[in-house]
């Protein structure tokens, strides 16, 4: 995945936190403490005056798309992508470990 790609992805996921984190019933203070982040670097990403980090990207869309009240619009909006998917269940073990 390259880093256009990466950036379309993370600028999709800003677009929709708002709604994301409404469906889940929680604060910024309490995503950002789920996530590892402070609230005031999530309150810029979510308000879009800061970009995504890959890093909170995938921790964000953790969240997200293992949680039923968000699931479906993850899926709807085509942040988690097949060419992702696929990223994830790839198996980097080295076989000769």
Known sequence: MN??????LTERLALELPVMRA?????????????GISRQTYS?????KRKMAWTTFVALLFVFYHNSATRDLVESTGIFTDEFRMVLETDYRNDND
Not at 3 to 8: E, G, L, T
Not at 24 to 33: H, M
Not at 44 to 48: F, G, K, V
């Open 3 to 8: 880093r256009i790609d990466k950036d379309k």
């Open 23 to 35: 469906r889940l019933g929680v604060t910024q203070d309490e995503i950002s403490e789920i996530i």
């Open 44 to 48: 810029s990403i979510e308000t879009r």
